[in-house]
């Protein structure tokens, strides 16, 4: 198939090879001239502009921008692609968004008659150069249909989550959780080893007892206790600090729209801003336990 793609940075541009590597065609814009070398390298054709990637003969675009406020310049702005795209494109945003506005844009390129999904992932950089990241999507079933092949080459979850803003909601949700999880393990393990235990024993009674979670079984934030989690690396690589800020920005934006309380959520928020102000904002999220920790291991 011939594909459009906009945003080749971390996550878009291995997502794009991806798509090569299976065979497509893709025409491709980015504003980083670097990114967009990387690409037309492994065989992408170049596009100039949003534009030029709706006027090639393309069956289907795909974007992954860094925020909304990208992905309404790039979908509804007047050099944007619903100005220009044919009626019947396919169109499908990966970006982490809020659901609101991924809603507002699948709306207007329904309007132009061009069906749209919000798929946004899970998998972090890894997950898109392995071509194994979880997308979460929201739009019609048919629509889902359609795109699920093609998603199928870059990532190995495709889960549809209900109709247009879903895959988001998803999304968001899920990394909320994370977020609060994450701080809830580093204050329980900061606690234990604190009253004197062995930071390896105690998460070894935590992942077979009730307070096991991901954060604690595969992500540990206490140095030394799993060799392949970030906290072993000084916290280097794996989800940053102003990614989870992000997200988590996202979470309690989308919940003030509707009068949802979401007091965890909140507080995590602020705990991680705190965080990114004193320069840690690219430090892996686990490094919050930095934190807690009377003596820093
Ligand atoms: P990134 O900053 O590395 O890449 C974004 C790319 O978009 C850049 O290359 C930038 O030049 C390009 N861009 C910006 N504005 C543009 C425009 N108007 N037209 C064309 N290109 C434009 O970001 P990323 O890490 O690849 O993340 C992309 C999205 O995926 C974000 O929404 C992020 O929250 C989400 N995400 C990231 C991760 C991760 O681990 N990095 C994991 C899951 C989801």
Known sequence: MHIGFLGLGNMGGPMALNLLKAGHRLTVFDLSPEAMTRAVEAGATAADSPIAVARAPVELIITMLPAAIHVRQVYLGSQGLLNHVR????????????????REVARAAQERGNPMLDAPVSGGTGGAAAGTLTFMVGGSAADFDRAQPILAAMGKNIVHCGDSGNGQVA??????????????????????????????????????????????????????VLENAPASRGYSGGFGTDLMLKDLGLATEAAKQIRQPVILGALAQQLYQRFSADGNGGLDFSAIIQTYLRQQP
Not at 185 to 209: C, F, K, W
């Open 171 to 224: 999304k968001v949700a899920n990394n909320m959780l994370l977020g609060i999880s994450m701080i809830g393990v580093a204050e329980a393990m900061s606690l234990g080893v604190s009253l004197g235990m062995d930071p390896a024993v105690l998460a070894g009674v935590i992942n077979t007892s009730s307070g096991r979670c991901w954060s604690s079984d595969t992500y540990n934030p206490y140095p030394g």
């Open 87 to 102: 009626p019947d494109v396919m169109l499908i945003d990966s970006s982490t968004i809020d659901p609101m506005s991924a």
